[in-house]
Each structure stands twice: as C-alpha cells, then as structure tokens.
C-alpha cells in the first residue's frame, strides 16, 4: 500500500466527517426500496489483504461494483465475541488493530466510516429473541475494515457491526440472522466475515505463498459445504459436527464458521447462490466466499 494512498483515505474520510448532516440525510429514513440487497459471506484471511492488491481484496473491489450501492453495511465479524448480543451505535466507530506482528503499515490505516445511530437501534428492535445492548466501546475490527475498505475507499457508507454471543450454537445464530430480514429491503448489505475452514494450528507456513494449497480433508470439506450451500440444504452446516473428522478439523472453534450461518439464515426463496474467491490458504483456510441474491 503506498503511502499517498493511506493519506488520501484519512483525509476523504476526515472531509465525510464534518458532513455530518449529511450522513443524517442519506440514513436517517431507511424505506423499502423494492428489491433486496445480496448477502454475502466473506472469507476475509490473513489481516495483511486489509492492505494487499492481491485476487482477493481485487475480487472485494469487484463484488462491491456489481451489486447496489448499499444504504448501510452491517458485518458480524468473527473477531467480535461477546457475552450476549450488542451491535455498534457510535457516530465514527474507531478503526480496531486486534492483531500483532504485522508490518506498521497495516497498523497505520484508518478506515474512518460513520456509524448510524438510528440504524443500530432499528436492527436491535428487529432482533426480537434476544436483547440487544447498543455498544459505544468497539468499533470495526479487522474482520470488518479490511474487506470494506476495499469494496468502499471512500468511506462515505455507514458501518456498522454486529456480535456474536458466544454462548449460543449455530442454530441459535442461524435463527437470528432471519430476524434481520427486513434490513435487505431497506439497503442494508449484510456481510458475515469469517472462514469456513479455519485452523491456525495447522496452517503449513512454507506454503502460504502457493497459490492455492490445501490439505486434503480441508479441500473435500469445502467441496461439501460448497454442494450444502448450493442445494439449499442447511441441517448439514448448522449441525456441522454431523461432518465428521474433516469438519472437527476445520472448525477447531466456532468462531470463524458462526457468520456463516448469519448469512445463511438471510437467505430468501428466490435467491441465487455463487461463489468466490474459492481457494485454500496455508493448507488448512480457505477464502471460499458466498453471495445470495
């Protein structure tokens, strides 16, 4: 990442912050607009792509030119775990480096998007199973800005995040993810950011220059969740210990599979399933990435 590059983003965000009204303007009365947004999952990897020109931050730049400009983003991030479920009701969340041993450059970006206040609230009266605390602590984390910041460099689009209660199992958040329905016919571009396949233990450091390297019980699992996802066949994937040993493998901890279900559970009748970005990292991740819609 060049320098003038960094400088450039901080000062268009800083010139979007002392618009203020006009944030208010573009968020304050989110309406149906007739069409739902996609849904997308994001394999979101190693934090450097935050920087990095490289196929998958390209292929993010791309995805964000193919479908509507959204009113607002909301990402449930692998990197937010919390007791209970909150979600970002800030004007101008911080930029969070919840990383270490990574080259300054990367520490020193700041992705300065506004937050929505009135759109915080409207999603925590959504989710009506559980209640919803508005958080005025967090900020966009990695999982968050270093995929947005590449689908909107501008930063003039509200971001928001939403956790993952900890506590709860993939039906839980599957289930709670429908509740969010209604933010799709309002402009509001859902992205769950994870990994499907996610073992830091196991990762073949000498390999993760390969292209595309993958152990095998990594790539026939993402062959099989590919094949769930596409014929619509959820159980599966929400009950993913059923999978078997590959599935213990990928999935050490929920953390990085639970967004999955986020944006599975948003899935309608009549959408459409592709994939991108579908390659092995390191043997044991994969950036594999879903759209809906």
Do not use: C
Not at 105 to 127: I, W
Not at 154 to 177: F, M, R, T, W
């Amino acid at each position: 990442m060049i320098r003038k590059q960094f400088i450039k983003t901080i000062i268009t965000g800083v010139v979007g912050m002392t618009s203020l009204s006009a944030f208010n303007r573009f968020t304050s009365d989110l309406k149906e607009d007739g069409y739902l947004m996609p849904v997308l999952f994001i394999g979101h990897g190693s934090p450097m792509n935050g920087i990095e020109d490289n196929e998958f931050s390209q292929r993010w730049t791309k995805m964000a030119k193919e479908i509507p400009t959204p009113k607002a983003v909301l990402v449930v991030s692998a990197h937010w775990l919390s007791k209970g479920t909150r979600i970002t009701a800030m004007d101008f969340p911080k930029t969070i480096h919840d990383f270490g041993g990574f080259p300054p450059e990367l520490f020193a970006v700041q992705y300065p998007a506004p937050g929505d206040t009135a759109l915080a609230k409207e999603t925590a009266s959504l989710l009506k199973s559980t209640h919803v605390e508005l958080d005025h602590d967090w900020g966009l984390d990695h999982g968050t800005w270093t995929i947005v910041r590449h689908m909107y460099p501008e930063a003039n689009i509200p971001v928001l995040q939403l956790s993952i209660d900890y506590a709860k199992g993939p039906q839980y958040h599957y289930d709670l993810a429908k509740e969010l329905y209604a933010l799709r016919k309002k402009g509001v571009l859902i992205i769950g950011s994870g990994n499907m396949v996610h073992n830091l233990r196991m990762v073949a450091w000498d390999k993760l220059d390969a292209s595309s390297y993958g152990y095998d019980w990594a790539l026939t699992l993402n062959e099989k969740f590919k094949q769930l996802i596409a014929d619509g066949n959820h159980t599966p994937l929400i009950n993913y210990d059923s999978l078997g040993r590959e599935a213990r493998l990928a999935i050490p901890t929920p953390d990085h599979y639970l967004p999955l279900m986020y944006t599975l559970g948003l899935k309608g009748n009549k959408d459409t399933v592709s994939f991108f970005n579908d390659k092995a990292v390191g043997g044991s991740l994969t950036m594999t990435s879903v759209k809906l819609g």
